[in-house]
């Protein structure tokens, strides 16, 4: 199975921009896709953003719609999430994934989706 390792996460002042990676170890074969879901507190989890490995092709939600981009290097396996343009709503701990992206929930898991640990997003002045 596919490991994910996150970082990029942190503390920003609204209006402000952060970029997550999400490392994966193994075979890009391995997975359809990639992208991330969010979970703020009291929230249930959503998707946020995922793209197929193969075309590029890239799905979000549309909360995050002209603000967020994902982006992913075959070189070194690595998605990014470059988020500009923060709200404090945008608030959340990140876990990226791999899955299958939707056109209405953004990205879907499977039974054989891999996690990375999460890493915290905070927006606020």
């Known amino acids: 199975q596919v490991q994910l390792v996150e970082s990029g996460g942190g503390l920003v002042q609204p209006g402000g921009s952060l970029n997550l990676s999400c490392a994966a170890s193994g075979s890009a074969l391995d997975y359809f896709a990639i992208g991330w879901f969010r979970q703020a507190p009291g929230k249930e989890r959503e998707g946020v953003s995922c793209i197929i490995t193969e075309s590029g092709h890239t799905y979000y939600a549309d909360s995050v719609k002209g603000r967020f981009t994902i982006s992913r290097d075959s070189a070194s396996n690595t998605a990014y999430l470059q988020m500009n343009s923060l709200k404090p709503e945008d608030t959340a701990i990140y876990y990226c994934?791999?899955?299958?992206?939707?056109?209405?929930?953004?990205?879907?898991?499977?039974?054989?989706?891999?996690w990375g640990q999460g890493t915290q997003v905070t927006v606020s002045s």
């Open positions: 994934a791999t899955g299958v992206c939707n056109t209405i929930v953004v990205i879907r898991e499977t039974r054989t989706t891999s």
